[in-house]
């Protein structure tokens, strides 16, 4: 099956790892994520105030160009994801506003795609019962498993937030996470930020106030005993795990803690070649905790050591 | 618009021969028939349209009669009244001309490590770089050798050109190419890095690169964005150079510029001097249309000659076989040889060739000509203008649909504004002015005979001698230009400037009085006169 | 013959001009001389962009002095500068990273997708696309889309959110041309021949021909075949 996907810029520069492991492991479970012809960047925020249409002109044209090539599209990155599916839910309900955007774009865009988050996907289509089995064969294969690993799972707020609007899960209480690690065999802990903000843009503005809470979810699941962390949007993965050094150096006996994106835990739960997935651009090595459920040696960074981690001088080129 | 019902059936014609034509050359012309048809139907042999230089270092040389009245008309200048005392602009090495030339010399000259002032009449980068379409030859593959190209140049020029000259651009020419590269330019290449080359009329090898049909609007680009990126360098736009200044050793030391929007004067002192102002097909000698930019006047080989620098070839220009016939709207404007190069032929009224299509540039020009006023079988457009066919959709069936569109995009464009599409039907050519031939007399590191002027490009001559090659004009401006400029910094290092002098403009005064003339117009022309006044 | 005339309104002031001038040629029938506002006029310099309206039509137009054709009740203005950030840097010493392209235009990341420039665009380019190719770091996408471009800046001055998309579009393109575009071994082959002095003598030999013997190698020529 072949799922239109919007990979978004980050995806494309930054959390380019998140995109190979996502297009790898969907293609392993037999869901190519396809690319879009043709597509700008979402905007990045959902225009807070109602009367920015101009700022609803971008993504409303990936809708309009993503309608024009099926019926739905797929995100990984939770921001693109959050955007897109909130103009589509105020193009869907606004009618007078979606011919104002239609207008202006050169498009017949009646409000009629299906946003998903590829999680979605998961749970709805292929089912977390299915991904088990295939995760039971991986490990007959390879003899690996990450039985017994303790993951912390990391919502932040986009991927939850309106609920109203995006419908993924309970915002207060979400689940979908938890159910795709005990899928991948882990052992997901429970901890009190889960759905707290990781700081966000605050790191451009007020970058002190999103160390600290970037810092407080940090500790929260290191709390809960955590081995690492993973998280479904790529600014909660730079702001957790990028400001770690920062944090090491201020808050002595701090424990660094691995970030991944949900998609790298699949894939090595899946036995997939990992080499390209954009190791070197993570700061907090995850071999250590990795090393001990037999994974030590499938990370193929390019580049001799990752890309900083608390115990060195970060990478100075965000 | 597209074209009238007399064209269609013209069309018709030229649609019924192709398919036997895919299998048909024409005879290339042998070396006598090109003479006698360049004596029988080039411009550059109607005796009407010249004449005879009367003062200045080249008397008694012919030239056309329109920059002959340029070349002998007054200074823009009061050398009496104008205060060389009041400096506005001190720099080492002064560059005028704003095109591919001018701003290679800028970059080089900059690399010495000295201050350059590139002024321009226009913005920077209005020239004839930009328009070049078609390509930059350069000897870079193993089939080929920079002694193959020598002597496609030098039979090209009918052996007229200075060797020196040609040895200079044939052996620089693979190090241009690299150099371009390394400043970002975008040839065309196969996936693999091999160049993709073509011929062009009048070479014996492919050796013609190309950035799709924007050749010359890509080299331009980048070099103005690298000029840009140098601070040491300090642009002047919209400031032509209306007379050079001299210092009292006879030395070139700067020039007077004008503010051509305000009109005001101003003085540069420099050390050396890069004249790079191109050419002077907006004369349209012999009533030609042109395919030149608009600022293409002639005024830098105007003020170098009233400088006392000696000129070549300025009895010859080249007319391009292909600028468009119709529509009206653009008259003259190149379609470019690499139409030819890819394969179009060209036909008459009746759809059969005449010509080779790869002839030189002249004796293409002056088959079209024969064809259309000997023979009586060109087409005639709704305004009287004749044309031949140039049978663009052939190259769709000989290199693949879609080829005319990803090769020739300019062209594309150019026509479909005007309704028609050069990948389904042909585009009607006839010859028009292009290129000045001659200029300032050049030594192979851009000098003059004037001590400390440099010169670089369409301005100078001897390159090329009678005749140029498609590919070697965007070639000539950045291998002199770098040139040039590199000897214009390393002279400014060491020159000893005199006191700024216009003594040479009142000498220009007296010659034209001695010679028994009293001109009317004053020089450089600066901006063709376009504008229509009821009254 | 006898030419139709039309009116024309050149920053608001009627003009009758013949139907079937560009509007740059129009411009000058009406008796303007012009200084600004007029280039190659043959579409490649991008000197003469030109706005302009139709009476009793709300669009907004945009094209090139020299390459459109005047229409009866044509209002119209050229835009012949257009001031627009450019960013300092110096191409040797640049990496081909979209790193580096954001730190140079960090304004780049404020595109809304809005596709105005895309409007706006005399050569039809898909500037918005480009654009959108330069967000997501790239760099040869950026440079493939953008070669048309002529740098006229009317993209830059519709942009609602003030970006100089061309400036933007010349960086990809240089970076592609000098990092990007696959290197072309027989170029550097051919100067290292020409270092080691191996073309030297037959040049010398050339130079030294007679007319007659110099005619007779042209002539000899083998012509490599298409």
């Known amino acids: 099956m072949a799922i239109p996907y919007y990979p978004g810029c980050t ?3 930054r959390g380019r790892g998140y995109d190979a492991s996502g297009r790898a492991v969907a293609k392993a479970l037999g869901l190519e994520l396809q690319e879009l012809q043709d597509w700008n960047c979402c905007g990045a925020t959902f225009p807070l105030s109602m009367d920015n249409l101009l700022a609803m002109a971008g993504p409303a044209r990936v809708l309009a160009g993503a309608r024009a090539q099926g019926e739905r599209v797929a995100t990984l990155c939770a921001i693109c994801y959050n955007v897109l599916k909130r103009t589509n839910h105020f193009l869907q309900g606004d009618a007078e506003k979606r011919e104002r955007i239609n207008h202006f774009i050169e498009a017949q865009y009646a409000g009629d795609l299906r946003v998903q988050h590829f999680l979605e996907v998961l749970r709805d289509e292929l089912g977390f019962q299915a991904l088990r089995q295939r995760v039971e064969e991986a490990r007959e294969a390879t003899g690996r498993s990450l039985e017994g690993l303790k993951v912390a799972p990391y919502y932040g707020c986009l991927l939850l937030r309106p609920q109203k609007e995006l419908q993924l899960d309970d915002a207060e209480d979400p689940h979908i996470l938890e159910d795709l690690l005990q899928a991948l065999g882990c052992q997901p802990v429970d901890f009190s930020h889960r759905v707290e903000c990781c700081g966000s843009y605050l790191l451009v503005t007020s970058a002190e106030l999103a160390a600290d809470m970037s810092f407080g979810v940090l500790q929260s699941a290191a709390r809960s005993a955590a081995d690492l962390l993973v998280t479904a949007c790529p600014l909660c993965q730079y702001n957790l795990d990028y ?52 994974y030590g040696q499938v990370f193929g960074v390019r580049r001799s050591e990752f890309g900083g981690g608390p115990q060195r001088t970060p990478n100075s080129e965000p | 618009m597209s074209y009238t ?8 014609k030229v649609e019924a021969t192709r398919p036997r034509r895919m299998e048909e050359t024409h005879r290339r012309l042998t070396l006598e028939e090109q003479q006698d048809l360049l004596r029988r139907f080039h411009p550059d042999y109607l005796r009407e349209g010249m004449r005879e230089l009367r003062v200045g270092p080249n008397a008694g040389d012919r030239t056309p009669n329109e920059f002959a009245d340029l070349l002998e008309a007054r200074s823009r200048v009061d050398p009496r009244t104008f205060d060389l005392s009041r400096v506005d602009y001190d720099t080492d090495v002064l560059v005028i001309g704003g095109g591919g030339a001018g701003a290679s010399a800028a970059l080089l000259a900059q690399e010495q490590g000295v201050r350059v002032l590139l002024a321009t009449k226009l913005r920077f980068g209005d020239a004839n770089t930009m328009m070049a379409q078609g390509g930059i030859q350069a000897a870079d593959r193993p089939e080929d050798s920079p002694a193959i190209h020598y002597l496609d140049v030098i039979g090209g020029g009918h052996f007229t050109n200075i060797p020196e000259l040609v040895e200079a651009l044939v052996m620089d020419a693979p190090e241009v190419i690299r150099w371009l590269e390394s400043l970002g330019c975008m040839f065309d290449k196969l996936p693999d890095g091999t160049m993709v080359e073509a011929h062009g009329g009048g070479t014996s090898r492919k050796r013609m690169h190309s950035a799709r049909d924007y050749t010359g609007a890509e080299i331009m680009r980048t070099l103005r964005d690298e000029v840009r990126s140098r601070p040491d360098i300090q642009v002047l736009e919209f400031a032509p150079a209306i007379e050079l200044v001299l210092d009292d050793k006879g030395q070139a030391a700067g020039a007077i510029l004008m503010n051509l929007e305000t009109g005001d004067r101003l003085l540069v002192r420099a050390k050396t001097v890069v004249l790079a102002t191109g050419g002077s097909g907006r004369l349209h000698y012999q009533g030609f249309p042109t ?74 020009a002056a088959a079209f000509i024969r ?46 504004r005007f309704g028609i599409d050069i990948a389904k039907e042909p585009m009607l050519v006839y010859p028009t002015l292009h290129y000045q031939n001659g200029g300032v007399l050049l030594q192979t590191d851009g000098s003059t005979t004037v001590p400390n002027l440099f010169a670089a490009g369409e301005i100078s001559g001897g390159v090329h001698g009678r005749n140029r090659l498609m590919g070697n004009s965007l070639l000539e401006i950045t291998v002199f230009g770098r040139r040039a400029g590199r000897a214009a910094a390393l002279k400014a290092k060491e020159v000893k400037p005199g006191r700024l002098t216009l003594e040479h403009v009142l000498a220009w005064e007296r010659q034209l009085a001695e010679a028994g003339l009293n001109p009317q117009i004053v020089s450089p022309l600066l901006l063709p006169e376009y504008t229509r006044h009821v009254r | 013959m006898t030419e139709e005339l039309v009116p024309v309104f050149i920053m608001g002031k009627r003009y009758d001009v013949p139907s079937s001038l560009t509007i740059m040629k129009a411009m000058e029938y009406a008796g ?67 790193e580096r392209l954001f730190s140079l235009y960090p304004e780049l990341l404020r595109c809304l997708g809005c596709g105005t420039c895309t409007k706006a665009c005399p050569q039809e380019l898909d500037v918005k696309g480009y654009m959108a190719a330069a967000m997501r770091g790239d760099i040869a996408r950026v440079a493939d889309l953008s070669f048309d471009c002529i740098m006229c800046g009317l993209c830059a001055a519709r942009c609602p959110v003030g970006e100089a998309q061309y400036n933007i579009a010349i960086l990809c393109r240089r970076l592609y041309g000098r990092y990007l575009a696959p290197r072309s071994q027989h170029l550097e082959d051919r100067l290292a021949e020409i270092r080691a002095g191996q073309f030297n003598q037959a040049l010398e030999e050339l130079k030294s021909l007679s007319l007659d013997e110099l005619k007779a190698r042209y002539k000899a020529r083998q012509i490599e075949p298409e």
């Open chain 2, 291 to 364: 395919t030149n930019h608009y600022g293409a006047t002639g005024d830098g080989v105007v003020i170098a000659y009233r400088a006392g620098a000696r000129l070549a070839f300025m009895d010859t220009m080249q007319y391009h076989p292909t600028g468009a016939a119709y529509p009206e709207q653009i008259l003259g404007l190149l379609v470019t040889e690499k139409v030819r190069g890819l394969g179009a032929q060209v036909v008459n009224v009746d759809g059969e060739q005449f010509v080779y299509p790869l002839e030189t540039r002249d004796v293409e």
């Open chain 3, 32 to 98: 303007y001389q012009l200084v600004r506002g007029v280039g190659c006029r043959g579409g490649f310099c991008g000197a003469c962009a030109t706005v302009y309206r139709l009476q009793g039509d709300d669009t907004l137009y945009f094209g090139l002095a020299c390459q459109t054709v005047v229409q009866p009740n044509m209002y119209l203005t050229q835009i012949p500068f257009f001031p627009a950030q450019r960013a300092e840097y110096d191409i040797s010493t640049l990496q081909p990273r979209p």
């Open chain 2, 371 to 416: 064809e259309c006023k000997e023979r009586g079988k060109g087409v005639i457009t709704p305004t009287g203008q004749p044309g031949v066919w140039l049978d663009s959709p052939m190259i769709e069936w000989l290199k693949g649909p879609g080829t005319v569109e990803k090769a020739l995009p300019a062209m594309v464009r150019q026509f479909k």
């Open chain 1, 243 to 294: 400001r770690q050094a920062e944090m090491a150096r201020q808050h002595p006996g701090f424990q660094p803690l691995p970030v991944l994106y949900f998609t790298q835990l699949m894939g090595l739960a899946l036995g997939l070649d990992a080499t390209d997935w954009g190791w070197e651009l993570h700061h907090v090595d995850p071999r250590p905790v990795l090393t001990e459920h037999g």
């Open chain 2, 5 to 12: 019902a007399e064209m269609r059936e013209s069309i018709k």
């Open chain 1, 11 to 13: 995806l494309s520069t």
